[in-house]
């Protein structure tokens, strides 16, 4: 895992969008995986400036999206696609027919689910997945106690999760109990991962992804299995990390050989 400490919300996004950037700008038609959430708000916001002021190309990106909840319609506003198109896909110039969030709405949920999965393969899978983490340590919405081999499925809610998205509702009795959301094994199909995580209320999930075992009860510990993953995190989120000079250490001695990596 690439560990990056930024000192905060602004300067993470200022890096995510870095990476985003370059990936688009080396390969025009990525296949970009993405999240919603308060955390990559940020990030979006930097690729629409990037697509308004720098002519940043979108016209032949395909993205997918993590997760969705179930019994909202797209135009819901508290559904993910309502979120994406308004922070992102509204202002840019990317082709709305390829981008793609599970379908709430779907009849046959277990089907649609596999569905999904084979999107995603018809693609040629996800170039780049980008994730917030909860803060009982899940991804997408793979909650403690999800099967690290998990592929997209219809999942319910843990209770936290259900009191953090609370605040998006009127109230938390509007809050859906399922989700179908891309699994772990999906996710760790990415070739390349990029984690962000913001604030205080991260610490302890973050530890447990980059420093605990790995372990179902925290589904984003699932990430040190993978070959590619950059955890960029601002010093909030990074306070309990043990070896947080490491990681400092490790990142000035990559920037000293940026040149030949
Ligand atoms: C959303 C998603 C979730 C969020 C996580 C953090 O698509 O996959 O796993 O990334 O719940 O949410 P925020 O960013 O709101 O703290």
Same mark, same amino acid.
Request: glycine content about 6%.
């Given at each position: ?42 990030? /979006? ?23 969705? /909840? ?45 569905? /999904? ?145």
């Amino acid at each position: 895992m690439e560990i990056i400490v930024t000192t905060d919300y602004e300067e993470m996004s200022d890096r995510a969008a870095e990476i985003v950037i370059a990936e688009i700008r080396a390969k025009p038609n990525l296949v970009l995986g993405l999240a919603t959430g308060s955390t990559p708000e940020g990030l /979006y916001a930097r690729l629409v400036k990037a697509h308004r002021e720098q002519g940043l190309d979108f016209s032949r990106l395909t993205t997918f999206n993590l997760d969705e /909840y179930v019994g909202l319609a797209p135009d819901h506003e508290q559904s993910y696609r309502y979120f994406m198109n308004r922070h992102l896909f509204d202002h840019i110039n990317i082709r709305k027919d390829n981008t793609h969030l599970p379908d709430g709405l779907a009849r046959d949920l277990g089907r649609y689910c596999r569905r /999904y999965e084979q999107m995603i393969r018809e693609a040629g899978g996800i170039d780049l997945q980008v994730l917030g983490i909860g803060r009982d340590g899940h991804l997408g919405f793979n909650e403690p106690g999800t099967s690290l081999a998990s592929r997209t499925q219809l999942v319910a809610l843990a209770p936290e999760t259900i009191e953090d998205n609370s605040r998006f509702f009127r109230s938390k009795d509007q809050v859906p109990r399922f989700a179908i959301t891309m699994g772990i094994q999906s996710i760790l199909e990415a070739r390349r991962c990029l984690l962000l995580a913001s604030g205080a209320s991260k610490a302890t999930a973050l530890k447990g992804c980059i420093e605990g075992p790995i372990t179902s009860m925290l589904t984003a510990s699932a990430l040190q299995l993978h070959p590619n993953a950059v955890v960029i995190a601002d010093e909030a989120a990074a306070s309990k990390l043990e070896r947080l000079d490491y990681y400092r250490w490790v990142q000035e001695a990559r920037s000293e050989i940026a040149h030949r990596l």
